[in-house]
């Protein structure tokens, strides 16, 4: 398939523009994606600022909906005009750390030199594991997007489900799940969730589909605290009103929360996390840090709290997808109550100011080429 397309590119900080660019070639492993609804992130907000860098002319983007335009020759089980989406994290599973069990830590676009001379690209910030839309290789906020590894990362949407109702499934909700699932949730568990964006928001859901019975939802909206309960939220706490680890205390009779989830990514949200966990608690963070964090020591009872601190990736693959739109498929959770506005693709500049500035409740932006 040969021709243009147009795609929103980092131009440079501050600067993401709407360019054509040329439809790119499928390789045997390959699928060529027409892309029906994308969206923005909050790591996209990151690229445009020049807080992630990035190279120049790369497309932006990695939450892909769309259909097969074209399939790789190698590639088998699918087929062109299917309706699909693949994970943010498009994992290479014949890296070493897929085969090491971590796929979302795919380092397969590491050269490793004897000589180590490239060790500084494995170290540095820039080296971010298996995510590669957007970051290594041109992303999904596009009319066609090409998806590497195919067969390993496309995953078929359910007939009956809207583009809008699987949206959040290659990014927001296998985020915000996996901030859940490595909390350590048991069934009757206190919870408590630090910012309600749309990737805590999805951790709450998560936190209640694993059985937790107090979810504590913190933030400094009203308006997000809102949908948190709609979510699964049992008790929302705002911030700017009360003294946030003093009220779990209250609501766990001085005993502490089980686990806390982080998802936001400051030093002060990640250390009342860490007060607010009983001993033996588990802290899970999501949170994107831009700076080191400090541990304090009282939290972190000196060490001797019996404490876990999980950090975590984006779960990609095809069957994680599976899994997460059953959820959707099963009714058990309306995610498109997420999506609350619309734009073309050809408006996207447009959309990243309003996402960026948080303007008029926006939570997610659904983008259409």
Known sequence: MSGMMKAAVFVEPGRIELVDKRIPDVGPNDALIRITTTTICGTDIHILKGEYPVEKGLTIGHEPVGV?????????????????????????????????????????YLTYDHDHSNCAHVHGYHATAGWRFGNKIDGT???????????????????????????MCPDI????????????IKIGDTVVIFAQGPIGLCATAGARLLGATTIIAVDGNDHRLGIAKQLGADVTLNFKNCD????????????GADSAIEALGLQQTFSDA???IKPGGT???LGVYSEDLTIP?????????????????????KERMRRLMNVIDSHRLDLGLLVTHQYALDDIVEAYDLFGNQRD????IAVKP
């Not at 998806?147 to 699987?166: F, I, M, R, S």
């Open 68 to 108: 097969i335009e074209k399939l790789g020759s190698a590639v088998r089980g699918y087929r062109e005009g299917q309706r699909v989406i693949a994970g943010a994290i498009c994992p290479n599973f014949n890296s070493y750390a897929a085969q090491d069990g971590a796929p979302s830590q795919d380092g397969s």
């Open 283 to 285: 802290l899970s963070s």
């Open 274 to 276: 860490l007060r607010c």
């Open 173 to 184: 909700m296998s985020t915000g799940f996996v901030g859940a699932e490595n909390a350590n």
């Open 141 to 167: 906020q596009a009319e066609y997007v090409l998806v590497p590894d195919a067969q390993a990362n496309l995953a078929p949407v359910p007939d009956g489900l809207t583009d809008e109702e699987v949206l």
């Open 297 to 317: 020591m009282s939290a972190f009872a000196a060490g001797l709290g019996d404490h876990t601190i999980r950090t975590a990736l984006c779960p990609g693959g």
């Open 244 to 255: 946030v680890v003093d009220e779990v205390m209250k609501l766990t009779h001085g005993r």
């Open 361 to 364: 409740g926006v939570l997610k």
